[in-house]
């Protein structure tokens, strides 16, 4: 088992601010936040670093052509990401800016440094030279003949520019036996395996010297041993991880995170080979730790295209804030895909994504729990007496969670860790209609509901628990509605470990997660425009979403004032419940009483003429005729439809 007390620094890509932050910067940026929370849950000392890259000659050209200084631009571009972050509760502990004076100091006193090394074969580290070759100013570097596809970058859509400069080179070629063995040895761990491979594949392809400086781009920090250059972008963007945290001027800082603590750097596929092999043989020649893990998540694609400005599907990640919070948004960003997979983003899923893992699996949850204590204990902790078989076996479910939730953040997999919170929010639910609280309490049978609730809200407790890393501002209102006045004290191993901990009074204002029923919003300018289903098709999973049930009418009234409308008191499976149905000049109150129908289940409830209605039946019509739809034969109230 790692040591718990060993720090655990997690850093994101510093982001070009020649653009607005995307969902795929957002992404890498949650991912990160929710590993420095998951691990602080943990009793894990985290250290969480993000930014902005804003040297090189790609800001230089993009505030020119805006007829700004670089420095207004980059001051411009790198608070729409630190906004952004605000906005999603990114809790970052620094935000370098690779312009901050700490960050130019630090970039000069490690040039100087590597100007002074020797490498192992003896020669310097850095030498001067001449270079010619095609340099593609949106990847900030130069491309091979080999990586040219009909001339251009693969990746960028502008040509590749020739350039012969004098410059200083960086002698990779004496440290890549070193670096390989690092990887291959997995002291360097990259993954996943996949992306191991991939770069295993790059040395045996051959790997040249890197120049380090640039004659010609003015936007940079000037090399201290030849002032007539300024550092080469890459060069000045990774030492951000040592220059954030202490490099230059605090040292014990410096080593409590960087020498003593676990790096793990996150980033995706396009800036691995700097990560994986520039960066390493940086350090070696500096003298420096080493990271020890290099996370490569997966790219997004948008609708199977790689999201670009001149595509219009750059997805704002505020856009998807505006219609589903920044809880909504993490969680939705987070289980996109498996952490590590590339996958193609599904805009037209997040509702039904949202619907189904928060406003039911969680929210529903939270709210019948919490109003059957409200109503029957007036909001007190519930006693929780001798056990059943039914709630050990939710007790087991919820340490099962917790195990299955600390091996997942240990691994790095988001994914799993918040499957194992929402996987005991179901336990929690299926509890709930097992032991059908609501029976309990019409049967006057208070102590085993004490028992039933209590255990409920103890289950809830840890999935929220547990999920506070993916939707910290929700689970901390939960953790309030059943008593917690800081729910920051309970986000610990004592928290997720405990039991019976939920201290009451329990109350809850208003769901936590509504549930969305609008189609998704417009998309905001830039934005990408979601493909749909064609009208009237939908999905099996969109038919499942309605959860249709056999109900039994227990007593039916006319509602005053409303010649159509009925009021009826049901039951589906024991659970009480009222609808209102538009069905009286079809059948006499008298006529439904003892009636098996079928309503749909997880309607949101409405208020209809000043009378609430949790559910709807279903009826058919043919002309003015309507009859109401029934099970085929006797079947017990409570069963599924579908
Ligand atoms: O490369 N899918 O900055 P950058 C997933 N400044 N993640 C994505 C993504 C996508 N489609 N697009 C971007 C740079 N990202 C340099 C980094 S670090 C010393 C210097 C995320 O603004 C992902 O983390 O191009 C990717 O590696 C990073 O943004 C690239 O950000």
């Not at 547990?466 to 920051?488: M, N, Q, T, V, Y």
């Amino acid at each position: 088992m790692p040591d718990t007390s060993r720090p655990i620094y997690i850093t994101t890509p510093i982001y070009y601010v020649n653009d607005r932050p995307h969902i795929g910067h957002a992404y890498t940026s949650i991912a990160a936040d929710f590993l420095a929370r998951a691990n602080r849950v943990l009793g894990r000392p985290a250290y969480f670093l993000t930014g902005t890259d804003e040297h090189g000659a790609k800001i230089a050209e993009v505030a020119a052509a805006h007829g700004v200084t670089p420095q207004v631009w980059c001051d411009q571009h790198s608070s729409y990401f630190r906004e952004v972050w605000k906005r999603l509760d990114i809790d970052f502990d620094r935000f370098i800016r690779t312009t901050d004076d700490i960050h130019v100091h630090g970039v000069s006193l490690m040039l100087e440094r590597l100007h002074k090394a020797v490498g192992p074969d003896g020669q310097p580290v850095i030498y001067e030279g001449e270079y010619s070759g095609w340099y593609c100013l949106g990847c900030e570097k130069f491309i091979t003949e080999k990586e040219l596809v009909d001339g251009h970058c693969p990746l960028h859509p502008d040509p590749p520019r020739k350039i012969t400069e004098r410059n200083y080179f960086f002698r990779l070629s004496a440290f890549l036996p070193k670096v390989e063995e690092l990887i291959a040895s997995g002291t360097i761990q990259i993954k996943p395996d996949e992306r191991r491979r991939e770069v295993m594949g790059l040395f045996k392809q051959g790997l040249e010297d890197f120049s380090i400086s640039r004659e010609k781009v003015d936007w940079g920090i000037p090399l201290p041993f030849d002032p007539s250059q300024n550092a080469y972008v890459w060069v000045d963007a990774l030492p951000n991880y040592i220059t954030a945290i202490g490099y230059a001027d605090d040292p014990s800082h410096f080593e409590r995170w960087w020498t003593h603590g676990e790096v793990v750097h996150l980033m995706a596929k396009d800036i691995l080979k700097f990560h994986a092999i520039y960066w390493p043989a940086m350090l070696l020649a500096l003298g420096e730790a080493l990271p020890e893990v290099l996370y490569i998540h997966g790219y997004f694609t948008v609708n199977g295209q790689k999201m670009s400005k001149s595509l219009r599907n750059v997805i704002d990640p505020n856009a998807i804030a505006d219609q589903f919070g920044p809880d909504g948004t993490r969680h939705l960003l987070l289980t996109q895909f498996q952490f590590g997979q590339d996958g193609d983003v599904k805009a037209e899923e997040f509702i039904r994504q949202y619907n189904a893992d928060l406003a039911n699996d969680m929210g529903n949850l939270v709210s019948r729990a919490v109003t059957l204590i409200e109503r029957h204990f007036e909001g007190h902790k519930p006693t929780i007496g001798p056990l059943e078989p039914v709630d050990e076996e939710l007790q087991r479910d919820a340490a099962q969670a917790t195990a299955r939730f600390e091996d997942a953040v240990r691994r790095i997999s988001p994914n799993e860790a918040i499957s194992a919170g929402l996987e005991l929010a179901r336990a929690a639910n299926r509890y709930m209609e097992r032991t059908a609280p609501w029976v309990l309490a019409k049967s006057g049978q208070t102590e085993r509901l004490g028992t039933v609730l209590g255990t409920t809200v103890e289950a809830i407790r840890i999935a929220a628990v547990i999920l506070s890393a993916d939707i910290p501002r929700k689970s901390r209102e939960i953790l309030r509605a059943l008593g917690f006045a800081d729910p920051d004290q309970e986000l610990t191993s004592a928290g997720l470990h405990g039991w019976g901990r939920c201290p009451g009074p329990f109350h809850l204002a208003q769901g936590v997660f509504p549930r969305m029923e609008k189609p998704a919003a417009a998309p905001a300018p830039e934005s990408a425009s979601v493909a749909t289903a064609p009208e009237n098709v939908i999905t099996i999973d969109q038919f499942f979403q309605a959860q249709l049930r056999v109900a039994r009418v227990t007593a039916a009234e006319t509602v005053p004032g409303a010649n159509r409308l009925l009021k009826l008191q049901i039951e589906i499976g024991g659970e009480p419940r009222q609808i209102v149905a538009g069905i009286a000049e079809h059948y006499k109150p008298e006529e439904l009483i003892g009636k098996s129908i079928v309503v749909v289940a997880n309607l949101q409830p409405a208020t209809i003429r000043g009378v609430t209605s949790n559910g709807m039946l279903l009826a058919a019509s043919i002309g003015k005729t309507l009859r109401l739809v029934t099970p085929d034969g006797p079947i017990d109230s409570g069963a599924k439809v579908g």
